[in-house]
């Protein structure tokens, strides 16, 4: 990533406190953080803050002992003012000190929305003035992703897609959702992911619980498996694929409803061009799937966005009138859940390009039978 692109970050959000009338933005370590600056601090108890100034003056600052990580990571050409702390000092005065010192008091702060809320109440009696969340300030840039960030998502596609053509060699009758989410653990990072975010393989009834991740049920020979799993990359981009799985054959009256659910991806991901609302790709595989019955078994939105987080703007959802445009990414994940019985997901992520989505994502949709 060039220096330049977190400059011209700063500066956007710099632009955007200016025109919106607010003072500051404070960072703590996290996707917001690592988007803006491209650190990949830990979030600890120690303050690690970001301060962004309206007028561009920009502040880091870092316990002393995480110093040498900070300048590692190339903070120091990016204009910051690099202030550290001991342990014994209060790194909270010393941020409300420094900030004074060059652009006097502030009364309208923002705080990202994902500050702990300790941090949050600490810097707002420091700083004397009541904080608010950013909102959308930052995510607002960060659901538009760059020509990098988009070959990173791609990147994230090929190495989880990787994983999924190797499923057949893990799913055998007798073995534990564990023992499999185990072996896809592994293969994740062996694919070039450097974290595994999630490992869900749910067997038979399991399948019937969207964020079930793993037990320690014995997979048997006729249930559907749903597969979804995802890690994030050295890039800090994330994956994010569901696939299908049934050891032998599934039960008869289930092929019908997997191909409806096809046929509700597919369409849903060719109704992604630039120009629609969300909603109204959301809408897309609801309908087919409510014209085949199956509307009561689909509990979920049809997407998320996704980028340094997995889940992230834009969200594929009813109510969302947020316009596609050119860069956004997002999966398409429609499925059905039958309680007791079994469930059904098919994933890709999609990258808006050109005005139409291109999916990351590219194995086989079919139930994989093995
Ligand atoms: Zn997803
Ligand atoms: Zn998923």
């Not at 692109?5 to 009338?21: F, G, P, Q, T, W």
């Not at 072996?183 to 490992?199: L, M, Q, T």
């Not at 079930?212 to 694929?241: A, F, K, L, Q, W």
């Not at 139409?356 to 039978?369: D, G």
Request: aromatic share 6%; net charge negative.
């Amino acid at each position: 990533m060039q220096k330049d692109e977190y400059r011209n970050r700063i500066a956007k959000v710099a632009k955007h406190l200016d025109s919106s009338n607010q003072d500051l933005l404070l960072v703590t370590p996290g996707a917001d953080l690592r988007y803006l600056i491209g650190y990949d601090a830990l979030p600890l108890e120690r303050l690690t803050c970001l301060a962004i100034h309206r007028s561009g003056v920009t502040w880091l600052v870092v316990p002393t002992l995480e110093r040498p990580s900070a300048v590692a990571h190339g903070i120091e050409d990016l204009d910051i003012h690099l202030v550290d702390w001991q342990e014994t000092q209060n790194p909270y005065e010393i941020l409300t000190k420094e900030i004074r010192s060059k652009v006097g008091k502030n009364k309208k702060i923002l705080v990202n929305n994902l500050m702990w809320v300790e941090k949050a109440f600490k810097l707002s009696d420091a700083l004397g003035t009541q904080v608010n969340l950013a909102e959308q300030l930052v995510a607002q840039f960060r659901s538009v992703k760059t020509q990098f960030e988009v070959n990173a998502l791609h990147e994230a596609g090929q190495a989880i897609d990787n994983v999924h053509n190797q499923i057949h060699k893990w799913l055998r009758p007798g073995r534990t959702e564990r023992e499999v989410g185990r072996d896809i653990a592994n293969a994740i990072i062996e694919s070039g992911h450097s974290r595994v975010d999630f490992v869900i393989v749910g067997s038979g009834p399991n399948g019937a619980s969207p964020h079930h991740e793993v037990s320690d049920r014995v997979i048997n020979v006729g249930e559907p498996v749903v597969v979804d799993i995802g890690g994030t990359m050295p890039s800090g981009y994330c994956s994010d694929s569901t696939r299908m799985y049934v050891i032998g054959k599934a039960p008869e009256e289930y092929y019908a409803k997997y191909e409806v659910l096809k046929i509700a991806q597919a369409a849903a991901s060719k109704a992604a061009i630039a120009g629609v609302s969300c909603e109204s790709i959301d809408a897309t595989a609801r309908d087919i799937l409510q014209s085949a019955g199956l509307g009561d078994y689909f509990i979920h939105r049809t997407g998320h966005g996704i980028g340094l987080e997995t889940h992230e703007d834009p969200y594929i959802v009813s109510g969302n009138k947020t316009v596609l445009q050119n860069g956004h990414a997002f999966s398409i994940e429609p499925g059905f859940y039958v309680a007791e019985k079994y469930g059904a997901r098919i994933e890709d992520i999609l990258v808006c390009s050109d005005g139409v989505a291109v999916p990351t994502n590219k194995v086989t949709r079919e139930l994989v039978e093995l």
